[in-house]
Each structure stands twice: as C-alpha cells, then as structure tokens.
C-alpha cells in the first residue's frame, strides 16, 4: 500500500522540484537542519523505511509530499505516521537544529551502523567497509520484514 502511493506519486511528478521549494541550493546533506536529503528522498520513493528518518526529516519529507500535492492521509500512509501529525508540520517550517544536540549524538555513533554509514555519506567520504555492511544489512532487513507483511 506505501509502495503503491509513493511509486504513482514518483512517476507523475518528479520530487526534485518539490525539494527545491522546501530546501532550496541544499545539496545532499544540509548543516542548518541536520538533514540528509538523499534518504528523505528515498524514504519518500519508498526505497528506505520512513521510520529510520530522523524528526526533522520526516518533517522534511512531509512537506515535499504535501508541496507534491498529496493529501495529508496519503502522506502520513507513506511516511507512517499520524495524520495529525502530517497536519502540524505541513504547517511549520523547517528549524535550523540546535548546535550541539544533535552533533552529540551524531558523534557518538561508532563506524559499523547505519549512523556512521550515513555520517560519511554526509561528509562526501565512501563509508568503510563497516559502515556499508551495517547498512546493506539494515536494508535487506528491512525488504525481507516487507516482503515476509
Ligand atoms: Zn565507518
């Protein structure tokens, strides 16, 4: 059913403009909100599990889809969360993170997690073979529940 409405949404209408009115110049990985756009924009093709995102990238995700034109229950189906919620970010804009807070955390996460495997990403590193492992694991982990529902 996630599939379904994210792969219709991406065929009719490409996501990359929707992104640009929410965060435009960012590139992969923005350092005032914190957020990894390449997996907010997978988990919104429904190539990564939306509960994964962080906070701010789901909010992030929720409003490139309401900018795309999805209702506010297509969207909260997609990203897994209520539509209450999709309502009240739809509403707000993005907060620059606080400093500190999330670096703390973001620091503290050893090579050889998905954490990691994103950081380097983030940075415009290749991820260590650790890393890539975690994250290959985490996927295919993720396929097999879908696949298994
Ligand atoms: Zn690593």
Redesign the pocket.
């Known amino acids: 059913m996630t599939r379904y409405v994210a792969r219709s949404l991406t065929a009719s209408k490409p996501l990359g403009a929707a992104f640009q009115q929410i965060a435009p110049g960012t590139d992969t990985y923005s350092d005032d909100t914190g957020i990894d756009w390449i997996a907010v924009e997978r988990a919104v093709n429904g190539d990564y599990d939306p509960q994964l995102l962080t906070v701010d990238e789901r909010h992030a995700a929720v409003l490139a889809l309401a900018n795309a034109g999805l209702s506010e229950l297509k969207i909260a189906a997609a990203l897994r969360i209520e539509q209450r919620q999709v309502n009240r970010w739809k509403r707000a804009p993005l907060k620059p993170r606080t400093p500190g807070k999330e670096a703390e955390v973001r620091q503290l996460r050893p ?2 997690t998905r954490a ?2 994103r ?2 990403r983030a940075r415009g590193e290749t ?5 890539k492992r975690a994250n290959n694991e985490h996927i295919t982990q993720w396929h097999r529940t879908r696949a298994a529902a």
């Open positions: 090579c050889g990691a495997y950081r380097h991820p260590c073979l650790a890393c």
